[in-house]
């Protein structure tokens, strides 16, 4: 079983640990479990609880609703999406092909799809939705890891055949790129995918991996020393928070920008640091890969 401390589920959840104190006070939800020393610990389920509540209260819902819902009722609530026809049809056969392991059936689909829209418009109509159910049927129990993992590397692959087969032409005047995700951030999909848009617009963007320590990043800048760097944070389970984080690279590298997107930057970690950019949305992060 697996036990997460309260600060692990702030850094999951985007939820403060005082937050979560008050909502189990004030509205009695039952949020923990607790050691025979009254010590807070967390569990798998309790982590999908709160993840749902947060689905939930970023929707619109009150504390003090969800707190009188029952767990199935919760799971019912999260699971309710709108997309428009066309789109809901494509995220729900690549969904039924990723819950059947069906590796052909998606790579079809998902061909189909690009010859029709391009990779672009797939990517930000069908494949970021379709992620965010996936993540909505783990958080519901109708997903197991496995079938998650299986989708993330068929996109991933796709991503990385689009990117190997751009006949790319540097422009003048374009931005000189390292793109990466900080130790700590082991999902790729959102990094490969600016690095993508980056070189097809004529930037030159190095992707160097995922969940690297500093000291790496860092290496390689020194020898390489880029005009931005640029990483995307989903989680903040890393030895360093992200403010610290990014204080560390704007000192250790004060000639290079640096721009993040994702929901492990908070507003108040953009505000906290002026002269580094924070992409907000999918608009911000596209008009920043078509820039200069």
Request: proline share 4%; aromatic share 8%; hydrophobic share 40%.
């Amino acid at each position: 079983m697996n036990r997460f401390t309260i600060t692990d589920i702030e850094n999951l959840t985007g939820i403060k640990a005082h937050t979560l104190r008050v909502w189990e006070q004030r509205y009695q939800l039952n949020l923990c479990q607790r050691k025979d020393g009254g010590h807070r610990f967390y569990d798998s389920e309790d982590l999908k609880k709160i993840l749902r509540i947060a689905v939930l209260y970023k929707k619109g819902f009150r504390i003090s609703e969800m707190a009188s819902l029952s767990n199935e009722q919760l799971i019912a609530y999260t699971l309710q999406e709108q997309y428009g026809g066309e789109q809901e049809q494509a995220i729900h056969q690549l969904l039924e092909a990723v819950m059947a392991f069906d590796q052909e059936k998606f790579n079809e689909i998902f061909h189909r799809l690009v010859v029709h829209m391009g990779l672009e418009k797939v990517m930000l109509t069908v494949v970021y939705p379709l992620l965010n159910l996936i993540g909505k049927r783990w958080l519901t129990d109708r997903l197991v890891p496995a079938q998650e993992h299986f989708c993330s590397e068929l996109i991933i692959k796709k991503i990385l055949l689009a990117t190997d087969g751009l006949d790319t032409v540097l422009l003048p005047g374009r931005k000189n790129l390292v793109v990466f995700t900080p130790l700590g951030e082991t999902h790729e999909i959102p990094v490969l995918f600016m690095h993508y848009l980056l070189r097809k617009n004529g930037h030159h963007s190095v992707y160097i991996g995922k969940n690297l320590p500093l000291e790496i990043v860092l290496e390689y800048c020194f020898r390489h020393p880029p005009s931005h760097l640029y990483f995307h944070l989903i989680t903040q389970l890393g030895p360093n928070n992200p403010v610290s984080y990014l204080k560390e690279l704007q000192k250790s590298l004060p000639a290079a920008k640096i721009v993040c997107s994702g929901p492990g930057i908070s507003p108040d970690i953009a505000a906290s640091i002026d002269t580094i950019k924070c992409l907000k949305d999918a608009a911000e992060m596209m008009q920043f890969a078509r820039s200069n």
